[in-house]
């Protein structure tokens, strides 16, 4: 079974510039989470989809980042403007829907790692 | 609010020894979950072990086992018979808020074997 694919692995750009990541969940994974991971710190939950919906997106800077999953599949993040503090690994991960409980395992992608400059 | 401390940003550990890594959580919830992730340096975070917060027994995988002590809030990471490749970063999280809670991920502890 495939993995979570994220492209780019590494992204460097000056600040002001726009950038897009993309994510691929697991197939058949209805939920999907986009984590930003600064350098020392555990991952923070930016914005997370059921299917093509938002589920929670309260941590998500709204001014400069945008997220979207139009078909209910792949994602993208983008960031515009990016600041210097943006830079940080991206992770994108999926899940199972959601059903009762709290159990339920994410899978994580390899990570987008953005230098902003 | 809910909150996960990890308080070793670094351990050491000699191969095939044991080492607990320290969590602790605060919450008001009575229902919640408790996660640990491993990080290697490739970066993405893998899955190692859960623990449900009415589960009366400590959660086991393989190496891997949790220590629960739910009066204390601790949900400490323990890995026996280290070896080279536990070399990574560990990371705690919970989920509470009910089903639709998110994982909040505590800081982090960087975990070196040596040979």
């Known amino acids: 079974e495939a993995g979570v694919a994220q492209s780019p692995r590494y992204k460097i750009i000056e600040k002001r510039q726009s950038v897009a990541f993309w994510c691929n969940p697991i197939s058949g994974h209805a939920t999907l989470y986009w984590y930003q991971q600064i350098l020392g710190q555990g991952p923070k939950l930016l914005i997370q989809f059921q299917n093509n919906g938002v589920v929670d997106d309260?941590?998500?800077?709204?001014?400069?980042?945008?997220?979207?999953?139009?078909?209910?599949?792949?994602?993208?993040?983008?960031?515009?403007?990016?600041?210097?503090?943006?830079?940080?690994?991206?992770?994108?991960?999926?899940?199972?829907?959601?059903?009762?409980?709290?159990?339920?395992?994410?899978?994580?992608?390899p990570g987008t790692r953005l230098t902003v400059l | 609010a809910q909150k996960i401390t990890q308080?070793?940003?670094?351990?050491?550990?000699?191969?095939?020894?044991a080492v607990t890594l320290d969590c602790t959580y605060d919450t008001s919830d009575q229902s919640y979950g408790l996660f640990w992730y491993k990080q290697p340096s490739s970066g993405e975070m893998i899955f190692l072990i859960y623990q449900g917060s009415y589960?009366?027994?400590?959660?086991?995988?393989?190496?891997?086992?949790?220590?629960?002590?739910?009066?204390?809030?601790?949900?400490?990471?323990?890995?026996?018979?280290?070896?080279l490749g536990d070399s990574a970063m560990y990371f705690c999280a919970m989920r509470a808020g009910g089903s639709q809670g998110n994982l909040i991920f505590g800081k982090g502890t960087k975990l070196s074997v040596k040979p």
């Open chain 1, 58 to 109: 309260s941590q998500l800077p709204k001014d400069r980042f945008s997220a979207e999953r139009l078909k209910g599949v792949d994602s993208t993040l983008k960031i515009q403007p990016a600041k210097l503090e943006d830079s940080a690994v991206y992770l994108c991960a999926s899940s199972l829907a959601r059903t009762g409980g709290f159990y339920n395992e994410q899978f994580f992608g």
């Open chain 2, 55 to 83: 589960d009366e027994q400590n959660a086991t995988e393989g190496r891997y086992s949790l220590n629960f002590q739910k009066a204390r809030k601790s949900a400490n990471l323990v890995i026996s018979a280290s070896q």
């Open chain 2, 7 to 17: 308080t070793q940003p670094g351990m050491f550990v000699q191969e095939k020894e």
